[in-house]
């Protein structure tokens, strides 16, 4: 998998973080090695940095500690509460220091521990949404989506909607997470 597609698949975590945690975007920045959320939850009005490492500083792809260090020093002197890395991977000292400096570490082994019913729950959401933003209304029973006529699929959000019920049977977290960033690059395609 190439570095462009990491990157992508970082990003793509941190909006699925997002979207469980049902946290709020305030601000998005693009930097050329990193992405920054500033993001609050609903219920508070703490103030939250996610930052996406697309590209690592070693070309062994681990990111550390000097990175964690200065991540450190951005939350205090911006005043944020609460801080979250998400990168391809971290050396142990990395790992040690975002301990110490209680930031949060999400990489392709550490990963953010959802419960299937939230997720669900932020997968049905998204569908709301997207039904009403697509047909004008969400279903309240099966036979009012015309997404899904003789067994063919007209509509993604449908198909998506049917395999997460399915992923969700089975208790298959990782296809709920995949499934809830297909929704929300929709989302995200629909408000461009």
Sequence with gaps: MNDSMIGKDLVEKAEVISAVRSYEHSRVRRKDSAVDYTVS?????????????????????????????????????????????????????????????????????IKPRFKVE?????????????CKAKCGHTPTKESDCKGHVDGNYSCDVRLISDNAKFHLDRGWTKFLEKDLARLLAIEKALTK
């Design 41 to 109: 939850p609903s219920e508070s009005d703490d103030k939250i940095l996610i930052r996406v490492i697309t590209e690592a500083e070693s070309s062994s792809g681990y990111v550390g500690v000097e990175t964690v260090r200065e991540m450190g020093e951005f939350l205090k002197k911006r005043k944020y509460d609460k801080g979250i890395l998400i990168a391809k991977r971290f050396t142990d000292a990395a790992k040690s220091e975002m301990e110490r400096a209680n930031i949060e570490a999400v990489s392709k082994m």
């Design 118 to 130: 939230r997720l669900y729950l932020a997968i049905n959401s998204s569908i709301k949404n997207l």
